[in-house]
Structures are given as structure tokens and as C-alpha cells.
């Protein structure tokens, strides 16, 4: 690999911190999710998961050839459509067999997680890059923002009405927002590609 230029340096910096970021969420998330018994979120505890993984393939692909990034922004769009296919099979476990999620700690989780995740969105915005990993990464933060204020009105609910579906449908709701993101990401990579044809 040649040596990274100051753009791309930047562009490490920040991936790298998001990474933390996200794998710390995860970890938190993961837990307040089993304590509290919520659907939320536990699915956005597994985006955080799978987010950390992409910023780490984005990470490692910052510097590299354009088909390497390619590929790597290709996998990212994968991995939301994996996790949310994972997300919707626990939402309909838990209305089978019931669940009893704790408001509070949704909406105690969903206010830190928010913090966390405007603070990675602004850092990417502010690193200024058209490069195809970077735009995924942004599609990332963004729909984790989003996932959190739909776990806030949620956990609201929860506590409003004492009834776990609330909790379900922001489930489902993050699952659907992730398989957005997954497939944007799918067709920003494919059209990154585009003016990389040969003539025919």
C-alpha cells in the first residue's frame, strides 16, 4: 500500500474513532438490552455490531485501490441486510413467546446512544470526503441516530401504555431502516463503479 496522503490519514483518524465508538454502543446497548428486555434494543445493539465491523473494513480500505473500496463498501450494504433479517426473526421470537421490556432503561440507553451517534455523524460530515466508504459510514450514523429516537418514543410508550409493543414495532422499524441503508450503500457502490467501465 503507498503511503497514505493527509486526506486519507483523516479519514483514518476518524474511522477509528467511530469504530471505538460503535463497539463501545454495542457492548452497552447489548447489555441494556438484556436487562431490560427490549427488542429495541438489542437490534440496535447488533447494528452497532455490524457497524463496527463496516468501519473497520472502511477503515482498512482507506488508501487502497478503488476496487478494494468496492468491495468493501459492497460487503457493508451485505452485513445491514444480514442484521436485519437477524433483527426480524428475534422481533417475531419475542411476540411468540412474549417479552417485557423496561421503558426506562430504553429510553435512558436511546438518549446516551443518540449523543454518541451525532457525535460520530458530525465527525464524518466534517472530514469531508466523496469517497464511497466514507459515504457509507454516514448512511450508518445517520440510521443510528434515527433507530434511537424511534427506541426514545418507544421506551415512552412502553411506559405509557405498560405494553411490549411498542418495543416490537421499533424493532421491526430499525430492522426496515437498516435494510434502506443496506441497500442505498448497494447502489452507491454499483454506481461508484460505473464510470470505472471499460469502453465498449
Given amino acids: 500500500m503507498t503511503e497514505l496522503s493527509a486526506q486519507d490519514q483523516a479519514q483514518r483518524r476518524t474511522l477509528l474513532v467511530v469504530l471505538i465508538l460503535n463497539a463501545l454502543l454495542f457492548v452497552g446497548l ?13 437490534a440496535n445493539a447488533a447494528d452497532n455490531a455490524s457497524d463496527s465491523l463496516v468501519y473497520l473494513l472502511s ?12 468491495r468493501a463498501a459492497r460487503l ?11 433483527v426480524i426473526l428475534d422481533v417475531g421470537r419475542r411476540w411468540l413467546f412474549g417479552a ?7 429510553m435512558a440507553m436511546a438518549l446516551v446512544a443518540a449523543a454518541i451517534n451525532l457525535l460520530c455523524l458530525i ?37 405509557w401504555l405498560d405494553q411490549a409493543w411498542p418495543d416490537l414495532v421499533v424493532g421491526v422499524i430499525v430492522a426496515f431502516i437498516a435494510v434502506k ?8 457502490a454499483r454506481a ?8 465498449c
Avoid at 76 to 86: D, M, N, R, T, Y
Avoid at 125 to 149: K, L
Fill in 123 to 159: 465527525l464524518i460530515r466534517r472530514a469531508q470526503s466523496d469517497d464511497v466508504n466514507m459515504r457509507a459510514a454516514e448512511t450508518f450514523s445517520f440510521n443510528d441516530f434515527a433507530s434511537n429516537g424511534g427506541i426514545l418514543v418507544a421506551g415512552g410508550l412502553v411506559m
Fill in 181 to 188: 441503508g443496506g441497500l442505498e450503500i448497494l447502489k452507491d
Fill in 59 to 70: 477503515f482498512l480500505a482507506v488508501g487502497r485501490g478503488v476496487h478494494w473500496k468496492r
Fill in 100 to 106: 417485557e421490556p423496561f421503558g426506562v432503561t430504553m
Fill in 76 to 86: 457493508s450494504g451485505i452485513l445491514l441486510l444480514v442484521f436485519a433479517g437477524l
Fill in 192 to 199: 461508484d463503479a460505473e464510470p470505472m467501465k471499460p469502453p
Fill in 30 to 42: 447489548g447489555v441494556g438490552g438484556l436487562l431490560a428486555d427490549s427488542s429495541a434494543l438489542i
